[in-house]
């Protein structure tokens, strides 16, 4: 299944043989302290700057009806309010049984620490209007 939006990713996971849980990363974007005044005006632009997770969250895909209701819950969310990116990923189960949110607590955490290294190729990023993007 291609996934052209976020609530594509809720199909499929809700599809899946296994139970799913879903891993959500909340990211805004911040200049670093030591820019260059060009990075700063390209910042200024639009342009540049460094992936800050903000938030995450875990999620079954039952527990989530669509993008907008993500969205919605993330206004709530003081810290969340200025997102730029949700890095989605997902995390199987057995057949029985879904991923409990413990056990997707170290996987958010590896998935924050990949975000903050620049490593996120592993994860779907998605935008504030449930659009994936890609990044250079």
């Given at each position: 299944m291609k996934i052209?939006?976020?609530?594509?990713?809720?199909?499929?996971?809700?599809?899946q043989n296994e139970p799913q849980r879903l891993l959500l990363v909340f990211a805004g974007v911040e200049l670093p302290d030591d820019?260059?005044?060009?990075?700063?005006?390209?910042?200024?632009?639009?342009?540049?700057?460094?992936?800050?997770?903000?938030m995450c969250v875990d999620k079954l895909p039952n527990e989530l009806h669509d993008f907008a209701a993500l969205l919605e819950e993330s206004s709530h969310i003081e810290m969340c309010t200025d997102w730029r990116l949700v890095f989605a990923a997902a995390l199987s189960g057995s057949p029985s049984r879904a991923p409990s949110s413990q056990e997707a607590e170290v996987v958010l955490?590896?998935?924050?620490?990949?975000?903050q290294r620049g490593e996120h190729g592993q994860f779907i990023p998605f935008d504030r209007q449930g659009l994936p993007v890609m990044m250079h």
């Open positions: 052209t939006h976020f609530d594509d990713l809720l199909t499929a996971a809700r599809l820019c260059t005044p060009a990075q700063r005006a390209g910042f200024a632009a639009g342009h540049g700057g460094a992936m800050v997770p903000l955490q590896r998935m924050i620490e990949a975000i």
